[in-house]
């Protein structure tokens, strides 16, 4: 009877784990909103501190009677848009490492548990295109906040209209989500033998594609191949490269085990 019982119990445990529940991937997706201000709060507070800054110094330069317009090409090139990036990569870390073992102990699957946490990450992706895409507009439109600052409408934005702005600012989203994630399952299953390893091999293959480039000569093709792909080919690139993190992600944290 016990046999039969277990024989019975594994086939349905199996199709529990193997079936599509869109409920508990929202509620995985609810976990991680908690604290709400990891993902909606401190990016914001990080942008606003930065483009605070940005105003402050283009007020004073305008104030000392250079020109607006001067002013405004002269900050085209400040990375300030970009501030909460390197905060967003240690959103993916703390998401995985602060809630998979709370989320497994409450019977989640690991591949719920992934989805409802990639649905996160795409969520704050679209949330920060949308805005971030809508304050270059404004930006431009308001010629730097009447005063000159360069703020948004610096670096690739401003330049191909509002569609281009949300898709590269998804795609940069998506990419250090999942790349602060993926690295934080290698940890999970591996330890710090696996971080180590991951580490070593990044840098020794990206050293080694940049000494056969440099070798072979090979650096004008490539400077020509990004130009023939244009920005969009280069943020599509992205998109994959944050496509390829997930999965490979999802298929370390399959024999991830929580402590």
């Not at 409408?153 to 191909?160: E, I, K, M, S, V």
């Not at 993926?182 to 991951?198: D, E, P, S």
């Amino acid at each position: 009877m016990t046999a039969v019982a277990t024989a019975t119990a594994e086939p349905e445990a199996q199709m529990t784990s193997t079936r599509f529940r869109p409920h508990e991937i929202l509620r995985i997706a609810r976990l991680h909103t908690v604290n709400p201000s990891i993902f909606f709060g401190v990016p914001w507070m990080i942008l606003g501190f930065a483009w605070l800054i940005s105003v402050v110094i283009a007020a004073i330069i305008t104030g000392a009677g250079a020109p607006s317009d001067q002013v405004q090409e002269g900050m085209r090139y400040s990375w300030a848009v970009l501030s909460p990036q390197w905060y967003l990569v240690a959103v993916g870390v703390q998401a995985i490492a602060f809630t998979f073992s709370f989320a497994l102990g409450f019977g989640a699957t690991r591949r719920d548990y992934w989805l409802g946490t990639s649905a996160m990450f795409v969520l704050v992706a679209v949330e920060m295109a949308v805005a971030i895409a809508t304050l270059v507009q404004l930006e431009k439109l308001t010629d730097g906040w009447w005063i000159g600052a360069g703020m948004f409408d610096t670096l690739w934005y401003g330049q191909q209209g509002w569609w281009f702005d949300f898709y590269s600012t998804f795609a940069l989203e998506l990419a250090v989500l999942f790349i602060g994630a993926g690295a934080t399952t290698v940890y999970m299953r591996w330890r710090m033998r696996g971080m180590l390893t991951l580490l070593i091999g990044a840098i020794v293959l990206i050293v080694g594609c940049v000494a056969i480039t440099t070798f072979a000569g090979w650096w004008p093709q490539v400077v020509s191949w990004f130009a023939a792909i244009g920005l969009v080919g280069v943020f599509s690139l992205l998109l994959a490269f944050a496509v390829v993190a997930a999965v490979a992600g999802y298929l370390v944290i399959r024999r991830a085990t929580p402590r």
